[in-house]
């Protein structure tokens, strides 16, 4: 739809950035003008909220019962393509639309004309008092160029007061001017790489996707084998055919060493879009998204709501990661959205991976993505020897978690100069804590979960809710004093150890709860320096990261992801452990790897010793298509909450008994969720299952339409496509 006023009625629907269920009718003031996607502020319950123009009204109102638009602001009107993204996701996740558009709209601050800088330039008059801190000043000005006042004070090494000085006699003028660009445009031409033989024709595999079109590539390729090369390539054929890109990565822990890459490769930095960032920052970047100026983003899933207009590109790197996933507000896999978004944007999707979702695989076995492979180490680096300790055969001593053979091998690489990385994914210092005279078991007052001792910190904490309590000294059951034990091991408690037992090595914790975003990134690159020798770490160690000392991964728990009735279990725990195994001997050194489990047995264990990924994915899919699971069934789970867990049930069972029959489906619950409380709401579950071609969003958007409505604290959460069963 085109411009809205004119000939055209002066009433307009417009999409308001809360949790509404459609658009609103509003009256065009004289003088406006607004078309499909502008973006304006209306009045709405007393107050004035950001909303779009949607289009022409449903329904005729009289124009004496609208209210008016109040602004429409001077920025271009979003995209046809990202409207419809919106519409799309709305549809299919059963979030109000609003909701989604509100992932689009952060602030005004972003829509406000930018406020220009103060700055100073020389101008011809010389003052008549020259002090050695003017004459500094004035040197820095000799270029004639204009410099901001916070900038000027630092080069000249000055106070304030002397800038005002020599304002005040003459000597410098105050000007204003645009601030600079939030980054500079990409050069597609300033770093090109010598690609390998293999990774050149993966990038002439992409290359066959017109740029210009809609198309989806799956990068398979194993770690360490140069996949972002190859898509930077792509990146840089989207700059030159004049169009956006967007790169998404799953943890804003590796954007650090990404961003040095691509300032490598382009010449500048790309847009970022993370939570580490001011508002500032934030509303910048999405106005130069917005007007084109930013034309590649580097961003966290959120990102992929962003105002371009001329999307060309959506890479997901790691895209087989769960961080994809929004589990709050929207429920959306960030994965599948990015395909969609793409579809109508005309633009070509690179999944990039080592492990591919099995859905994902699925649809490059079909002929659906084209399957790029990538199989061989770049620059002819082996990968790693896996090899299993069973721990029934070859257990730790008592009180420890690090296997003989393991330990032999980590004393062997810290003898060659070389670094071994220890991997849990279990964070704090143990799971459990109880006391040793009664049993108390310390549990979260407000979920159903145990609390996880940081010793470290000193407290006890929930990882569901952030509840924390000092540690106690005495047990607060019993009293017992000195009679609380740590049951099990967490990264803390593994560190412990590998300080014991290995004294001479320069050791680092790395995991999400151990300080900030930078200082985490700080510690990376101390590493990539070779300032540790042993690395012990959770899966934030297990991706995107390259460390060219590091020839040793073990593995204490590789049985960790298996044990909790989730039908992705294997999927998980198969791409974690290939992951951070491919930490090892990513360059000239041969890397090794060792997975402490009590099940060799299994199809993960085989196919991680045997380096057979391929009967991995065929035993999976053919396990996931006998259960009717994704991709070959489709799972809508509905989590229903409440104060107290027995009005919560019997919500539960009347929203059941509202269920309408259709062939091919399958209904199950309800029960408590595994994790049936959470921030004080007791949870408990619904399942739904079908065919893969069957409308399921469409079928729970009319069993709730039919379903007694929820009353006082019930609520109702429905996560199409759900990728956790907690």
Request: with cysteine; hydrophobic share 40%.
């Amino acid at each position: 739809m085109g411009d809205l006023a004119g000939e055209l009625p002066d009433i307009v629907a417009v999409m308001v950035s809360v949790s509404v269920d459609g658009p609103y009718t509003y009256r065009v003031p004289f003088g406006m003008t607004v078309q499909r996607g502008s973006i304006v502020s209306v009045p709405l319950v007393g107050r004035l909220t950001l909303g779009v123009v949607w289009g022409l009204p449903k329904d005729n109102f009289a124009h004496n019962r609208l209210k008016d638009i109040a602004q429409v602001y001077d920025v271009p009107a979003l995209s046809e393509e990202l409207l419809k993204t919106v519409d799309w996701v709305s549809r299919y996740t059963l979030a109000p639309p609003g909701l989604v558009l509100r992932s689009v709209l952060r602030s005004t601050e972003a829509l406000e004309p930018e406020r220009p800088l103060t700055a100073f330039r020389k101008t011809a008059h010389e003052p008549t008092k020259l002090t050695p801190a003017r004459e500094r000043v004035l040197d820095v000005l000799m270029d004639g160029g204009a410099w901001a006042k916070a900038a000027l004070i630092g080069a000249a090494g000055v106070s304030a007061s002397v800038i005002e000085g020599l304002e005040k006699v003459g000597a410098i003028e105050r000007i204003e001017m645009a601030p600079p660009p939030i980054v500079l445009p990409p050069d597609p031409e300033a770093a090109p790489p010598v690609l390998s033989p293999e990774q050149g024709r993966a990038l002439e595999a992409i290359r066959a996707l017109d740029v210009t079109s809609y198309g989806v590539a799956l990068l398979d390729g194993v770690t360490g084998g140069g996949k972002t090369e190859v898509f930077f390539e792509a990146v840089a054929d989207t700059l030159r055919a004049g169009r956006q890109a967007l790169i998404l990565l799953p943890e804003i822990a590796l954007t650090n060493t990404f961003l040095t890459r691509f300032a490598k490769r382009f010449g500048t930095k790309p847009g970022e879009w993370h939570s580490d960032m001011t508002p500032a920052q934030r509303a910048r970047t999405w106005r130069g998204v917005l007007n084109g100026e930013v034309r590649v983003v580097l961003g966290a899933r959120s990102a992929l709501f962003l105002p371009f207009r001329e999307l060309g590109l959506i890479v997901l790197d790691e895209e087989h990661d769960g961080a994809f996933k929004q589990y709050e507000g929207v429920n959306y896999h960030a994965r599948d959205m990015a395909v969609v978004r793409a579809r109508f944007a005309e633009a070509r999707v690179i999944l990039s991976s080592a492990t591919p979702s099995v859905e994902s695989r699925n649809n490059a076995n079909l002929g659906r993505y084209a399957h790029v492979l990538l199989e061989a180490r770049f620059a002819e680096a082996a990968m790693p020897d896996i090899s299993a300790i069973d721990m029934r055969e070859e257990p730790p001593e008592k009180g420890q978690w690090i296997a003989p053979r393991l330990a032999r091998e980590v004393f062997a690489t810290l003898d060659r100069g070389e670094q071994a990385l220890l991997f849990l994914n279990r964070r704090g210092y143990a799971p459990l804590t109880l006391c040793k005279a009664c049993g108390h078991q310390y549990q979260c007052p407000d979920c159903s979960a145990w609390l996880v001792e940081h010793r470290f910190r000193g407290v006890l904490m929930c990882h569901h809710c952030g509840h924390e309590q000092k540690t106690p000294t005495s047990c607060g059951a019993c009293g017992a004093v000195e009679s609380l034990t740590a049951v099990g091991p967490g990264i803390e408690r593994v560190a412990e150890e590998a300080v014991a037992r290995f004294p001479g090595a320069r050791t680092v914790i790395l995991s999400s709860d151990m300080g900030s975003n930078s200082q985490l990134k700080d510690r990376f690159t101390e590493i990539e320096r070779g300032e540790y020798d042993l690395v012990i770490g959770t899966q934030l160690v297990a991706k995107g990261h390259h460390f060219e000392k590091l020839t040793l991964v073990g593995v204490l728990d590789a049985d960790l992801g298996l044990d909790r009735g989730d039908p992705r279990a294997a999927e998980r725990t198969f791409q974690i452990l290939t992951q951070v195994t491919g930490r090892a001997g990513r360059a000239s050194r041969t890397g090794k790897a060792f997975l402490q489990t009590y099940h060799p047995t299994h199809p993960v264990m085989q196919a991680m010793i045997k380096g057979d990924r391929e009967a991995f994915y065929r035993h999976e899919l053919l396990a996931r298509e006998a259960g009717q699971l994704p991709p070959f069934g489709r799972l809508a789970a509905l989590i229903v909450s409440a104060n107290e867990h027995d009005p919560a049930f019997a919500y539960a069972k009347a929203i059941l008994a509202a269920a309408p029959m259709a062939e091919g489906l399958r209904l199950f619950g309800p029960a408590d969720a595994p994790i049936s409380m959470v921030r004080g709401r007791h949870r408990v579950r619904l399942l739904a299952q079908s065919g893969k071609d069957f409308d399921l969003s469409g079928y729970v958007r009319f069993w709730l339409e039919q379903a007694p409505k929820a009353t006082g604290n019930l609520r109702v959460q429905v996560d199409i496509d759900p990728q956790s069963f907690l």
